[in-house]
T-cell receptor
Framework: KAGVTQTPRYLIKTRGQQVTLSCSPI?????VSWYQQTPGQGLQFLFE???????NKGNFPGRFSGRQFSNSRSEMNVSTLELGDSALYLC?????????????FGSGTRLTVV | GNSVTQMEGPVTLSEEAFLTINCTYT??????LFWYVQYPGEGLQLLLK?????DKGSNKGFEATYRKETTSFHLEKGSVQVSDSAVYFC???????????FGKGTKLTVNP
């Protein structure tokens, strides 16, 4: 059974550019969440999608956006990149819309902004 | 709001030593509790979970018991191996939300 697939694994962008990250959840999983991981702030919640609807959003500026498609694949976009956006971006999928089920994480996309 | 506090790391142990990583939480009601592990260069893997008070989660020799009276979910393992070297995160979800709230993580190094 394929796991959660995130592409690309590594990305280098310049300040002011925009970036799109992709996440393919485990087959049959309808919930996708995104997290940002940095050494200073740790793991912070970005968004949560279930059946193409954003159910929850973390405390991030509007430059961070996301969406989910009908096949449950998800993308997140960061516009006008800043140096502080350099981080590991993790996607997680879950079978249900209940938080108690647990999540399967992808290996992440390492974004470096220069 | 909900929060998770983990013991500060790093933790360094010798192989076959006993491991405890403390985790306490602040939440209203009855959160679900998780331990995740992150190996170098990888994403997070669910290690174990507990969804109600007094539940014990266990996996790969690791255990944690949901203690509502002390709002704790401490991770234990009786005999660690070099391969257990990783960063361990305690986390919770609550109220039907799928949002995970994580602790800061505890880096464990096990020496042969």
């Amino acid at each position: 059974k394929a796991g959660v697939t995130q592409t690309p694994r590594y990305l280098i962008k310049t300040r002011g550019q925009q970036v799109t990250l992709s996440c393919s959840p485990i087959s049959g999983h309808r919930s996708v969440s995104w997290y940002q991981q940095t050494p200073g702030q740790g793991l912070q919640f970005l968004f949560e999608y279930f059946s193409e609807t954003q159910r929850n959003k973390g405390n991030f500026p509007g430059r961070f956006s996301g969406r989910q498609f009908s096949n449950s694949r998800s993308e997140m976009n960061v516009s006008t990149l800043e140096l502080g956006d350099s981080a590991l971006y993790l996607c997680a999928s879950s079978l249900t819309n209940s938080g108690s089920y647990g999540y399967t994480f992808g290996s992440g996309t390492r974004l470096t902004v220069v | 709001g909900n929060s998770v506090t983990q013991m500060e790391g790093p933790v360094t142990l010798s192989e076959e030593a006993f491991l405890t990583i403390n985790c306490t939480y602040t939440a209203t009601g009855y959160p679900s509790l998780f331990w995740y592990v992150q190996y170098p260069g990888e994403g997070l893997q669910l290690l174990l979970k507990a969804t109600k008070a007094d539940d014990k989660g266990s996996n790969k020799g690791f255990e944690a018991t949901y203690r509502k009276e002390t709002t704790s979910f401490h991770l234990e393992k009786g005999s660690v191996q070099v391969s257990d070297s990783a960063v361990y995160f305690c986390a919770l979800t609550q109220g039907g939300s799928e949002k995970l709230v994580f602790g800061k993580g505890t880096k464990l190094t096990v020496n042969p």
